[in-house]
């Protein structure tokens, strides 16, 4: 495995997750697949469409998403938004990213907790 | 509609759950189409985009597993260790006790040695992959369907011993064991086609009722090989643990119970080999062999469940 390979999978096992709570936060604004696809990469999110579009099932399944078919425009498209449960799960997983990032810090500045 | 993103569509809802297959269809195509519009909005050519936005979804088969949440693997880690280790308890003992089975049933039938070798090395190797089979089958299954197995957890207690001559010795014994097993669960069926003993006209005498076949025969087979297996984990185990000590008791019991009780009743012996022999067919005589049967197979069992409590307690 060469140097890149193993930075690769650190990387991947680092952004692992970051995904689900990028996609709570973007749809609080409600949206469909691809579109939601464009606003993660357009923010900083590369994520494959054969990850997001299962996982948006499965946020669904979980009940942190709700979603609704708008059939107004040219192709029936399948709308999600993050539903109560969804947004009360992001702001743990939130403040938890934020603990993580004060505990790296500290640990840099090697300062005690 | 173009073909190739039907093709892809239903290469991929083939192995979604039905109930769900409609609404993955419509959105899934739609999801498609609006990534081919981007492309060809991005300035990329109409006739490939849609090969290559199918190309980025990948494998249908990929895709559609993550839609059911279904686990790409055979084995997951949850099983894992376990399966490797009941396949390797099993494949250490199963194939060969078996084979020397056969191996000897078609000596005792008349065969050469060395068709007699064959065949018993073909029965281990055909019971070792039917043994491996059936286990990784098992185990798939419990995987697919999610069976906790409620094992208890791992314990610093569970680490083996250290010292090698110890280990060695423990080796030895549970080859020994194990050897003796194995031989006293062919000589059940050997005595039957070749018991040394002949009519007067120089047929073979079965030494134990051949009406036994029918169920207690096999059932102390049975038990047999359990108790070689018994062996085994107790190696494994670095020596006697209480569950062992509790498995160790109840095949005794298994087995002491059913010879007791067909030694009270007359009914371990061929009636037609206790008649062969004058003294031993008096009723007397055989009453007398049957009591001294009966008390060493209650005092043998008895032993070996006090050997292993005070071992096990030794240990602790």
């Given at each position: 495995m060469g140097s890149d390979e193993i930075l690769r999978t650190h990387l991947q096992e680092l952004r692992r997750g970051t995904v689900v709570v990028a996609s709570l936060i973007a749809l609080r604004e409600p949206d469909y697949g691809y579109a939601l696809l464009q606003r993660l990469t357009g923010h900083g999110f590369p994520v494959d469409a054969n990850t997001l579009y299962p996982l948006l099932r499965r946020l669904e399944d979980q009940g942190l998403l709700t979603s609704e078919w708008n059939t107004q425009e040219s192709r029936p498209r399948k709308f999600y938004r993050t539903s109560d449960q969804g947004e009360s799960v992001l702001g743990t997983l939130l403040d938890d990213l934020a603990a993580v990032q004060t505990s790296m810090t500290g640990l840099i500045e090697g300062v005690d907790r | 509609m173009s073909s190739l993103t039907d093709r892809y569509l239903a290469a991929t809802l083939?192995?979604?759950?039905?109930?769900r297959r409609d609404e993955i269809a419509s959105e899934l195509r739609g999801s498609i189409e609006d990534m081919i519009e981007g492309k060809v909005a991005d300035g990329h050519a109409a006739a490939t985009a849609e090969r290559e936005v199918l190309t980025e979804m990948g494998d249908p088969a990929v895709l559609a597993a993550r839609y059911a949440n279904r686990?790409?693997?055979?084995?997951g880690p949850a099983y894992y260790l376990i399966w490797l280790r009941l396949l390797k308890l099993l494949l250490a003992f199963v194939p060969a006790v078996v084979g020397i089975v056969a191996g000897l049933v078609e000596l005792a039938d008349g065969a050469r040695a060395g068709d007699a070798i064959g065949e018993g090395i073909g029965t281990a190797i055909e019971v070792a992959v039917q043994v491996a089979f059936w286990v990784t089958l098992t185990f798939a299954v419990l995987e697919r369907t999610n069976t906790p197995l409620n094992l208890p957890a791992w314990s610093v207690d569970r680490l083996p011993e250290h010292t090698s001559g110890e280990r060695q010795s423990r080796l030895a014994d549970c080859v020994a064991s194990v050897g003796v097993l194995a031989l006293l669960v062919a000589y059940l069926p050997v005595q039957h086609f070749r018991s040394f003993v002949t009519t007067t006209d120089g047929a073979n005498l079965p030494?134990?009722?051949?009406?036994?076949?029918?169920f207690w025969l096999p059932y102390l087979m049975v038990v047999l090989v359990l108790t070689a297996g018994l062996e085994i984990a107790k190696y494994r185990a670095g020596g006697w643990t209480w569950p062992l000590v509790g498995v160790n008791a109840v095949l005794n019991v298994a087995f002491a119970v059913p010879v007791v009780w067909l030694l009270l009743r007359d009914r371990l012996l061929n009636p037609d080999f206790v008649a062969r022999f004058e003294w031993l067919s008096q009723p007397a005589h055989l009453d007398r062999v049957a009591t001294i049967a009966v008390v060493v197979t209650i005092v043998i069992a008895v032993w070996d469940v006090v050997a292993s409590v005070s071992s096990c307690r030794r240990r602790r």
């Open positions: - | 083939g192995s979604v759950p039905a109930a686990r790409l693997q055979l084995i030494i134990l009722d051949p009406a036994l076949w029918t």
